[in-house]
């Protein structure tokens, strides 16, 4: 991957970042494989005119906003509270493994960064901004709170509390989707929910507690998103 600003990223959460977009890709290109076979299926069996009306409904079936992902996990590390904060407010955050990792690109400017994505063998891309700020509590916890936009557009939010505990750090981190997703989404979700563990592993995190059903990864929601 190219070197972006000097930016140090960890080669083992790289390698798993690496695993998981292969992995990704191949699960994407299935499922477009799968929607076209659909339709030249139907073309061959009925007609052209059945096989137009099968591809608009495949069409607006994958991409009709409707999944709207959120969830909690807790993590506990060795290193101290100090050294959790500034990795949630930096460059690369332990929980933006899999844009980081995958980014042709990191621009980085005081408590904002930007991570240039491509696919489609370079012919489109996208700019995920992250946008961070932290705030210490009175009862001594820190809290970090991210906020991601792609291309500008309102994305997702992580809200990240850390304190100490006993002799190691103690992090909870929510997060919830700014936006709904379409069905195309779903090879993303399901290959980031395999790898997810291991790359925070490889970043010196260990996961405690993460409800299986990540409160709705899959949840399909009729209600504003409007905050």
Same mark, same amino acid.
């Given at each position: 991957?190219?070197?972006?600003?000097?930016?140090?990223?960890?080669?083992?959460?790289?390698?798993?970042?690496?695993?998981?977009?292969?992995?990704?890709?191949?699960? =994407?290109?299935?499922?477009?494989?799968?929607?076209?076979?659909?339709?030249?299926?139907?073309?061959?069996?009925?007609?052209?005119?059945?096989?137009?009306?099968?591809?608009?409904?495949?069409?607006?079936?994958?991409?009709?906003?409707?999944?709207?992902?959120?969830?909690?996990?807790?993590?506990?590390?060795?290193?101290?509270?100090?050294?959790?904060?500034?990795?949630?407010?930096?460059?690369?955050?332990?929980?933006?493994?899999?844009?980081?990792?995958?980014?042709?690109?990191?621009?980085?400017?005081?408590?904002?960064?930007?991570?240039?994505?491509?696919?489609?063998?370079?012919?489109?891309?996208?700019?995920?901004?992250?946008?961070?700020?932290?705030?210490?509590?009175?009862?001594?916890?820190?809290?970090?709170?991210?906020?991601?936009?792609?291309?500008?557009?309102?994305? =997702?939010?992580?809200?990240?509390?850390?304190?100490?505990?006993?002799?190691?750090?103690?992090?909870?981190?929510?997060?919830?989707?700014?936006?709904?997703?379409?069905?195309?989404?779903?090879?993303?979700?399901?290959?980031?929910?395999?790898?997810?563990?291991?790359?925070?592993?490889?970043?010196?995190?260990?996961?405690?507690?993460?409800?299986?059903?990540?409160?709705?990864?899959?949840?399909?929601?009729?209600?504003?998103?409007?905050?």
């Amino acid at each position: 991957m190219p070197s972006s600003q000097e930016i140090t990223r960890p080669d083992p959460a790289l390698a798993v970042a690496e695993q998981y977009l292969r992995r990704e890709r191949l699960l =994407s290109t299935l499922m477009v494989i799968l929607v076209l076979s659909t339709l030249f299926g139907t073309f061959l069996v009925a007609s052209l005119l059945p096989a137009v009306i099968v591809g608009a409904v495949l069409l607006v079936a994958i991409r009709v906003p409707l999944i709207q992902p959120d969830g909690t996990a807790s993590l506990r590390t060795d290193d101290d509270v100090e050294t959790v904060i500034e990795s949630f407010t930096g460059p690369v955050p332990p929980v933006l493994v899999f844009q980081w990792g995958i980014a042709d690109e990191i621009i980085s400017k005081e408590s904002t960064v930007t991570y240039r994505i491509s696919y489609l063998f370079g012919l489109r891309s996208t700019e995920i901004t992250v946008h961070s700020r932290t705030i210490t509590t009175q009862n001594r916890e820190s809290q970090v709170e991210l906020e991601v936009t792609a291309n500008e557009q309102p994305w =997702s939010t992580y809200t990240v509390t850390i304190h100490q505990q006993s002799d190691q750090t103690a992090i909870t981190y929510d997060y919830t989707a700014d936006r709904r997703f379409g069905v195309r989404r779903v090879p993303q979700r399901i290959i980031a929910k395999r790898y997810r563990n291991k790359a925070l592993s490889e970043q010196g995190y260990t996961v405690v507690e993460r409800p299986e059903d990540d409160n709705g990864i899959w949840k399909c929601c009729f209600t504003s998103t409007e905050k």
